[in-house]
């Protein structure tokens, strides 16, 4: 238990987003105890951390150590040392916790421990670390999803190139049985667990079209989830990414290049990130990078000093300078939010849509000694004019989400060369972190966020046929 909480207390206090006690620290780990036994407490007092029982104090041990000038190592063996002597009380003190384990006894303290530090901040135990691993390094499927219909398991969704694709398998297929074991409505769980496995080994399924049922065996290999999709309407290329893997830049570029090399191109690009709630900040930084010839994308800021980095764009705009408008709802978040704050720091694209989610934290993950992992927020992400996403989301230059009428009148509002959003946007680009949840709140309510509707669509369309309107909306705050 030690080296667990010595190394996982160092992480924190070497690399977490912000500067922590480490007595509170081990007053908050301690505090975790409670969730397995609600007669045990902890309290600081006259510089001693004290573990508490029903009624007494079941250990004491002075806090100086916490308190030294020392280096993060130091003085999380210091955290580790009290805790693990607190615990040991504890455990000779508590049948409860006996019960628990020592697993759970260090999982309770990190919950407890993260839910002081911020919403993102987690422990990952060794059976859900092995987990991870394992799908990482090997365990691969066949290319399709499963879903439930009211009488049958179907076939969802079919990955392009994949297994499943090549061998004929269309969505709207039923799945009948898997390694001869059949399956209904209510095991849409159980499928995918006996789809998946190992790459390069083999797996039998059933399927179902129509009057037709047939045995298929397919080999097992890693498909790259198919995140990006495009279709050429109304002389308008529309884009969708739906999350960020290792090969959606690549995607993106071809599309647009594709796109652009025929004799008629688009007289515009609408890229939908509505529903995307991000994945990788170096496939964010590509995509925006696709748009855009040069400029600073953006950049992440921390404590640690590899935690600080600015993110540049340095390649060629694949959309030729057409005009560019990013759709985003209340669920877009993270990577996507980078891509469109981005976007719309350079000019390049305007925002229509709701404030998205606001989430603005990165994580790193750190090994423990017992084979679990700790995901630690080390850095914020922050536009290049200086203002954070996180809590704040990012804000469109056309909102929909305060109704049909609102909307029209922004459109109309922008057609002058009056910025509808204006005031909120130059509020939030002053903003820098800690933003105050009051002034999150007040920004938020500009345009309150909500799902995808159909009315983006249509305020996308009309701002690609406006000049006038497009170039007030991507003219910035202030411009």
Known sequence: ?????????????????????????????????????????????????????????????????????????????????????????????????????HERIIASGFEELFNH???????????EARTARERRVGQSGLGLRVAAR???????????????????????????????????????????????????????????????????TLVREVVVPETVSAEYR??????????????????????????????????????????????LLGQAVAVADAFLADGEVVRTEGRHPEANRRYRAGGQDLAQGMPVVVLVDGRTASAAEIVAMGL?????????????????????????????????????VVAPSGWPIQGMGVLPALCTSLGPEALAQGLARLNTGEAPMGRALLRQRAARAPVLASEMSALRGACPPAEGRTADLTAARALIESPAAYATAIRGPGG
């Open 1 to 101: 238990m030690e080296p667990v909480l010595a190394e996982s207390h160092a992480v924190v206090l070497e690399r977490h987003l912000d500067a922590e006690n480490p007595a509170n620290l081990a007053l908050w780990s301690l505090r975790g105890l409670t969730v397995l036994d609600s007669r045990l407490g902890a309290e600081i007092r006259q510089d001693r951390l004290r573990l508490l029982g029903e009624d007494r104090v079941l250990a004491s041990i002075p806090i100086a150590p916490l308190v030294a000038r020392a280096g993060p190592r130091q003085l999380g063996n210091a955290v580790a040392l009290t805790l693990t002597d607190l615990y040991e009380a504890a455990w000779r003190a508590s049948p409860a916790l006996r019960r628990a384990g």
């Open 117 to 127: 530090l911020d919403p993102y901040s987690r422990y990952v135990t060794p059976a």
């Open 150 to 216: 009211r009488d049958a398991l179907v076939i969802a969704e079919v990955s392009r190139d994949g297994p499943a694709a090549q061998a004929g398998i269309r969505q709207g297929d039923l799945l009948i049985a898997v390694e001869g074991r059949t399956l209904g409505p209510r095991d849409p769980g159980l499928a995918a667990t006996l789809l998946e496995g190992p790459e390069g080994s083999e797996v039998t399924f059933t399927i179902s079209r129509g009057r037709m049922r047939r045995d298929v």
């Open 234 to 279: 109304d002389g308008i290329l529309w884009l969708r990414i739906t999350g960020f893997s290792a090969v959606t830049d690549r995607r993106v570029a071809t599309l647009l290049s594709d796109g652009f090399a025929v004799s008629r191109p688009p007289r515009g690009v609408v890229l939908d990130l509505r529903g995307n709630r991000g994945g």
């Open 344 to 380: 719309a720091e350079r000019g390049r694209a305007a925002i229509v849509g709701s404030a998205t989610m606001g989430k603005g934290l990165i994580q790193l993950v750190a090994p423990l000694p017992n084979e679990g992992e700790i995901l630690v927020t080390w850095s914020r």
